[in-house]
């Protein structure tokens, strides 16, 4: 009973938005849940929806929380770009943010007070700028006055608000261990130190702040693999059981950590780092069993990955495998090739037919045997019409050959006919002749 109070009190601050929305809701700042009555996902999703409408009314926040059944509505969600179920985006003015964070309410709410507010946050004292670091372990911060170099900032946050925060400052606002080379310029403040955004090494400033917005060393699932394609990086990631505590697979997560922290300068721009629980995902994603643990590379933005070919003792053995991996040295497996694209069909497909079998047999045996057995049935009637009628075939090609050879000999009459009128046209010496040799035969 206080579950079913908490889930319908926490329904009460979401709305359920019709037609009318498409019109009212640009007065507003709105976050909304596109949905369909029977996605799976959509309904696990529901009650954390309705926890972030009671938290986003508690807390004062400006931001609406509100549900769209998308099948009902098709034309709207359409007009948004909604494509997959369920789709969270928060509708700022003429501007549609989509969400792509875990679905968490935590998560959600970070993301929709991010966005609701101004794209550029200014920094005013050194005392906002320390409580600011404490609550953000990734921060972008502007420091200079008007320049191109700020309206490309500007430009960027509005397409990666949705990933981080974006702040501005005055050089005295920064801590004192901060040293530019030149003004303006733009920071990441990450790990416990900072990087300066160098226009030459680093390239477009779109590409390094979206390459730069995780953190060096990340606790990684496959959401957050995903995410990481998107940088351009190489992952080297720890693969361990987070429940074993034995040697090995704390020794191979530490490992990775120390190389993503004291060689920071030397790989950051092309790694990044972190430990994943489990095999099941990297098997998936490797079409392998890797045994765990241990340590691979994986190159998202073509599928390729790389193995350590000897026992990753130290982090000196790590960054030497490293470095093969960048000059070249290292040998790559996988690839988006023509073969792996096939093997990676027939993989998906067995894995399909092998988690429906785990998780029902029954209705594997039904789905798989049903029609299997139809099949097999109709190659038999097949097989089974062919060869009935080679039998009905030679037995008729035996019946007009007989026919045919009656033709050509005749009845017995005319062949009695034909041997009276040869023995007519015998002379009288040949019929004498003939007379002995048939009384010899007697």
Same mark, same amino acid.
């Given at each position: ?6 889930? *319908? ?7 359920? =938005? ?46 609406? #929380?509100?549900?769209? !059944? ?6 709207? *969600? ?24 875990? $679905? ?14 101004? %794209? ?48 501005? *400052? ?24 900072? @990087? ?26 496959? @959401?957050? %693999? ?30 990775? +950590?120390? #190389? *993503?922290?004291?060689? $920071? ?11 994943? !629980? ?54 790559? +497996? ?5 073969? +792996? ?20 047999? %029954? ?6 045997? =049903? ?36 033709? !050509? ?32 035969? !007697?």
């Amino acid at each position: 009973a206080v579950v079913a109070h908490v889930v *319908a009190s926490g329904a009460g601050f979401v709305e359920d =938005l019709d037609e009318s929305f498409k019109e009212n809701r640009k007065d507003d700042i709105w976050l909304v849940d596109f949905y369909a009555p029977w996605c799976g996902h959509c309904k696990k999703l529901e009650p954390v929806w309705n926890e972030v409408g009671t938290e986003m009314r508690n807390m004062g926040s400006p931001v609406k #929380v509100g549900k769209m !059944d998308a099948t009902s509505f098709s034309s709207i *969600a359409s007009e948004f770009g909604v494509r997959g179920y369920p789709t969270i985006k928060l509708l700022k003015g003429d501007l549609a943010y989509n969400y792509r964070g875990p $679905r968490t309410k935590d998560d959600i709410i970070e993301f929709a007070n991010r966005v609701a507010g101004p %794209l550029i946050r200014p920094l005013p004292s050194q005392h906002m700028f320390e409580h600011v670091q404490k609550r953000h372990r990734v921060l972008f911060v502007y420091v200079g006055g008007e320049s191109p170099l700020k309206e490309k900032y500007i430009e960027v946050a509005s397409e990666l608000i949705v990933y981080t925060y974006f702040f501005s *400052a005055s050089e005295d606002v920064l801590p004192e261990y901060v040293t530019l080379p030149e003004l303006p310029a733009v920071m990441v403040f990450k790990d416990g130190t900072y @990087f300066v955004y160098d226009e030459y090494e680093d390239g477009d400033l779109s590409s390094w702040i979206n390459r730069e917005r995780f953190q060096g060393y990340l606790h990684v699932d496959g @959401f957050t %693999l995903y995410e990481l394609g998107d940088t351009g990086k190489l992952v080297a990631i720890a693969v361990i059981d987070d429940k074993n505590s034995s040697v090995e697979h704390t020794r191979l997560k530490s490992i990775i +950590q120390e #190389v *993503a922290r004291d060689y $920071r300068d030397h790989f950051h721009r092309d790694f990044q780092f972190g430990h994943m !629980d489990g095999n099941d995902y990297i098997n998936s994603l490797l079409m392998d069993d890797l045994t765990i643990p241990t340590i691979v590379v994986l190159n998202t933005s073509n599928q390729q990955y790389f193995l350590p070919d000897r026992h990753i003792e130290s982090t000196e053995d790590m960054v030497q495998f490293i470095n093969n991996i960048l000059d070249g040295t290292a040998e790559a +497996q996988g690839g988006d090739g023509l073969l +792996q694209r096939i093997k990676r069909i027939i993989y998906d497909a067995k894995s399909t037919i092998m988690s429906v079998f785990r998780s029902s047999p %029954l209705l594997g045996c039904f789905l798989f045997g =049903l029609p299997l057995g139809v099949i097999s049935i109709m190659c038999y009637g097949i097989c089974t019409a062919d060869t009935e009628g080679e039998v009905f075939e030679h037995e008729g090609a035996k019946k007009e050959s007989g026919d045919r050879e009656l033709t !050509d000999e005749g009845s017995e009459e005319e062949q009695e006919e034909e041997k009276n009128g040869k023995y007519t046209e015998l002379s009288d010496g040949e019929l004498k002749q003939k007379d002995i040799m048939e009384k010899k035969k !007697d």
